[in-house]
């Protein structure tokens, strides 16, 4: 069974020293699975925007390098696209 997208990006954040942005993050995790859709949408809108190269993407991320952090994050926002539809 493959590890859910998301764990493994707050994984990576923590080690590199990003507890605030892991912390946004689960905190958008947990309304990405809200029963309120207009919850649900926000939170896939804000997870999209921190997947950007120029967002999460411009992170001194030193344990990976860019190219794996970079696909990573177009995962996670993949994901977080189809739960806002869900």
């Known amino acids: 069974m493959s590890v859910f997208i998301g764990d493994q990006i707050l ?7 990003f ?13 990405l699975n809200s029963d309120d859709q207009q919850l649900r949408s ?3 809108e804000e997870i999209i925007g921190r997947c950007h190269i120029r967002a999460y993407g411009d992170l001194n991320i ?24 869900q």
């Not at 994984?11 to 020293?17: G, P």
């Not at 605030?20 to 958008?28: D, T, Y």
């Not at 970079?70 to 996670?76: G, H, I, P, R, V």
């Open 19 to 31: 507890e605030s942005q892991a912390r946004q993050l689960e905190k958008l995790f947990a309304e």
């Open 11 to 17: 994984s990576v954040l923590r080690e590199n020293a």
């Open 62 to 85: 030193r344990t990976l390098n860019g190219w794996v952090w970079n696909t990573m994050l177009e995962k996670l926002g993949k994901y977080a696209r189809q739960k806002s539809r």
């Open 42 to 44: 926000n939170a896939a």
